[in-house]
């Protein structure tokens, strides 16, 4: 399927998508010599390899569902400081050419700095608050392209206007964050994420006010990728349970071959030269076992040949897809439109993590920021944080589909703003529920970093759940207990509130044997929320409450009921 842009796009970013290709993650399992015959591991031969043998190549917005952790962190500062902010002309490269939105903003924000009284400034402030979002707008559009001004782009990754409004340590600091995207994960700074959206990496974020424009044939294109998302969806999947299936397989063969070799490996019996020692006790147990290992090994060849059949199945309704989307012209486009339409769902995000009382002052300024580098929503430092919770909360980002729980970490925007709380703004596309990725805003200026990334990962964790239960989402798991629980209490006010706090504090005390949980909420975040087994098996030597839950666990797996 061609993959090209609106030409209005391709003119403002000066390319073709394909330039903007990413190149897979970095760091693929390490192949055998020439003439070497390993024996076959499915699991490093998953890699980069797709299994119809074609290479694929992944960018950091697709899905690999290999993966088992986020790529590791080396460093949070760049290793030689930037100086942005002292380039004499920097706001004047901001504001030029950008019209009369550009004139207000600076008449705006000179009126606010010569104010004295507190009700002129409180006015001018709020003016400001508008003018400063039209132009933001304007100058977001210009940002996705190459020729863009490097100020143009640090304004709308940072709402860095006017370098002035900084203190020497905020420059120093601000000089320091690394401005290339060089990790392979799906975390965006805003111009980043325009950019993906312009060159068609990414899908235009869904919302319920915005209805596209009709164009000739577009009934057809948008219905045909529909489809194709879904059917993508369906192939990642197939792919992902059949990968599970062959690997399964691969470890009971391993298993057979270790008993095996304890089987026939005999030493010499006492007292006799060269004559093997009869079986032992636990070799002739190993036996008995061998019977089971069989048994499992045929009932996993056969699911894996259903998952054969149903991953080919996916590969030609997707390539019929493709070809009718290729012979009718219909290329997934971005325009100018779509970009400002995404611009707009990032102010609502950004609305969303500042809340009604906070503060909406969209400008990077010493006023609101007093923090170093450790306290700035970067993107090194917000994985880092992401890395954490899933460390405690190990199926953070995880969601089951078909009974295989896939690992799917959403897309992260980085807001800059002066937000306290991380927002879902969807769980997944609702094309695509296998294995598209969901959306999370953070922002980059809280007054506690830890506290904003954990509110995203339980408003994801909530909405996932809720989703995934759909009309039942009152009645059954992790949603249904917990609001039964919670409408038990009696409580006022938001049941999805109520369990973002109590998943900060399941992460940050319960995670650490401080017990601050109701029982009856502690049980449902044990079984729903498992911690990750080095946590389990800490906590239940800390406390007999936590030793009864973790016996609760065992009897259910021996009932095969968990």
């Known amino acids: 399927m061609p993959d090209e842009i609106d030409p209005e796009i391709a003119a403002l970013i000066g390319g073709s998508v394909q330039e903007y290709k990413s190149k897979g993650p970095a760091g693929g399992a390490p192949r055998p010599p020439a003439g070497a015959v390993?024996?076959?591991?499915?699991?490093?031969l998953f890699d980069d390899m797709g299994v119809t043998a074609e290479i694929t190549e992944r960018g950091d917005a697709d899905v690999d569902l290999s993966r088992k952790s986020f790529a590791p962190i080396e460093r949070i500062e760049s290793e030689r400081p930037a100086e942005w902010f002292k380039d004499p002309a920097y706001y004047k490269t901001v504001l030029n050419g950008e019209g009369e939105e550009a004139?207000?903003?600076h008449e705006l924000l000179g009126k606010l700095l010569k104010a004295t009284d507190p009700k002129d400034k409180g006015l001018h402030r709020q003016q400001l608050i508008p003018a400063y979002w039209y132009l933001a707008s304007k100058v977001a559009l210009?940002?996705?392209?190459?020729?863009?001004?490097?100020?143009?782009?640090?304004?709308?990754?940072f709402s860095a206007l006017l370098p002035n409004l900084f203190s020497p340590d905020m420059l120093e600091t601000f000089h320091k964050i690394i401005?290339?995207?060089?990790?392979?994960e799906p975390v965006y700074y805003v111009d980043e994420?325009?950019?993906?959206?312009?060159?068609?990496?990414i899908t235009q974020s869904a919302t319920d006010e915005v209805k596209p424009r009709r164009q000739e044939g577009g009934d057809d294109r948008a219905r045909l990728q529909v489809t194709m998302q879904r059917v993508q969806g369906k192939r990642d999947s197939a792919e992902g349970i059949m990968k599970a299936k062959a690997e399964e397989r691969r470890a009971l063969e391993a298993a057979l071959r270790d008993r095996v070799e304890l089987i026939c490996n005999h030493g010499s019996h006492p007292g006799l030269l060269h004559v093997p020692a009869p079986y032992s006790d636990s070799q002739k147990r190993t036996m008995g076992e061998l019977n089971e290992i069989l048994r499992r090994m045929i009932a996993s060849d056969k699911d894996l040949v259903g998952s054969i059949g149903d991953f080919d199945k996916a590969s030609d309704e997707l390539k019929s897809v493709s070809e009718k989307l290729a012979a009718g012209g219909h290329e997934i486009k971005a325009d100018l439109q779509s970009l400002a339409q995404e611009f707009e769902t990032v102010r609502q995000m950004t609305k969303l993590c500042i809340g009604r009382q906070g503060n909406h002052f969209p400008i990077l300024s010493r006023e609101y920021f007093h923090g170093n580098i450790k306290d700035i929503g970067t993107r090194e430092n917000v994985i880092k944080l992401l890395t954490w919770i899933e460390s405690i909360d190990c199926e953070a980002y995880s969601r089951p589909y078909k009974n295989t729980l896939h690992r799917i970490v959403p897309f992260i925007v980085l807001l800059p703003c002066y937000g306290d709380t991380g927002i879902c703004w969807e769980p997944f596309d609702r094309y695509n529920r296998a294995t598209s990725r969901g959306r999370v805003a953070i922002p980059m200026y809280p007054k506690n970093l830890t506290q904003a990334v954990i509110t995203a990962v339980a408003d994801l964790r909530w909405q996932v759940a809720k989703?995934?239960?759909?009309?039942?989402?009152?009645?059954?798991?992790?949603t249904g207990n917990y609001y039964q629980w919670f409408t038990s209490k009696k409580i006022r006010g938001d049941v999805k509130e109520f369990f973002i706090q109590d998943y900060a504090v399941w992460i940050t005390k319960e995670s650490e044997a401080i017990q601050r949980l109701e029982k009856e909420v502690r049980a449902i975040f044990w079984r729903y929320m498992p911690f990750s087994k080095e946590i389990k098996d800490k906590l239940k030597t800390r406390s007999h409450i936590y030793q009864e839950l973790y016996q609760k666990d065992v009897n259910r797996s021996l009932s095969d009921g968990y």
Do not use: C, H
């Open 179 to 184: 401005f290339e995207k060089s990790i392979d």
């Open 467 to 478: 989703e995934k239960a759909s009309y039942y989402w009152m009645e059954e798991g992790l």
């Open 38 to 44: 390993p024996p076959p591991d499915f699991s490093t």
């Open 193 to 201: 994420w325009l950019r993906a959206i312009a060159t068609g990496q």
């Open 142 to 157: 210009r940002s996705v392209s190459n020729q863009a001004p490097l100020p143009k782009k640090l304004m709308v990754r």
């Open 103 to 105: 004139q207000r903003v």
